[in-house]
């Protein structure tokens, strides 16, 4: 089955700065990765995906994520954080065997300071 | 955009309670999911489904059944609901493939 590890519970930057959010997966096979947002009081929004090809990928509002195999990683990454990044971010896991099942990370709290 | 609709907003009942949760989606999406949002935890997988009908257990299914009545609308039972259900409960679907998962806004229940 698969897991998500997202080591990071808070995160706190200054607006303008870079940003990396970890995301480490196991699964045995080959499995689709993607990240979700989270703001206050709301419901998760999509924000980018991966299966194959390129491993980094593109994603809403100036977000990419980078996909590796050798480090079982999918880690998200923004080159210049706006205080309305605000927000709980989610790493999502599914197998790609067949089955629908998706598995979340616990998220990771970031805080953009002015 | 996909909608995803999920009612009560919020709910409150006592221990020992029956309470159900409700998730309707019009986009004709295949599976639907529900999880539950703890503090350190994140989203916990309890049920999904991929057709009316289907039911699959998640990773949390204690003290949980689910039914899938219609292509649209994907149900979460607590028959005796206990006060670690407390929680944020989200419903999802998706169409399938590589497809994102859609939310519902939430459905926050107390158990006293």
């Known amino acids: 089955t698969q897991t998500v590890s997202q080591s990071d519970a808070h995160v706190t930057v200054f607006e303008g700065d870079s940003v990396e959010l970890r995301c480490n997966y196991s699964?045995?096979?080959?499995?689709?990765l993607s990240w979700y947002i989270q703001h206050h009081g709301r419901g998760l929004q999509f924000l980018l995906k991966?299966?194959?090809?390129?491993?980094v990928v593109q994603g809403v509002n100036g977000f990419e994520a980078e996909f590796s195999k050798s480090d079982s990683s999918f880690h998200l990454r923004k080159a210049s954080v706006h205080w309305s990044d605000s927000a709980v971010y989610f790493c999502?896991?599914?197998?790609?065997?067949?089955?629908?099942?998706?598995?979340f990370g616990s998220g990771t709290r970031l805080l953009v300071s002015p | 955009e996909a909608a995803v609709t999920q009612s009560p907003r919020n709910k409150v009942t006592v221990t020992g309670g029956n309470v159900t949760l409700s998730c309707r989606q019009t986009?004709?999406?295949?599976?639907m999911y529900w999880y539950r949002q703890d503090t350190g935890h994140g989203l916990r997988l309890i049920h999904y489904s991929y057709g009316a009908g289907n039911l699959q257990i998640g990773d949390v299914p204690d003290g949980y059944k689910a039914t899938r009545t219609t292509q649209e609308d994907f149900f979460l039972l607590l028959e005796l609901a206990s006060p670690s259900q407390t929680s944020l409960y989200f419903c999802?679907?998706?169409?399938?493939?590589?497809?994102?998962?859609?939310f519902g806004a939430g459905t926050r229940l107390s158990v006293l």
């Open positions: 999502a896991v599914r197998g790609g065997d067949g089955g629908y099942k998706v598995v």
């Open positions: 991966y299966y194959s090809g390129n491993p």
């Open positions: 986009n004709s999406h295949n599976y």
């Open positions: 999802a679907s998706t169409t399938g493939g590589v497809n994102t998962l859609y």
């Open positions: 699964y045995g096979g080959s499995i689709y």
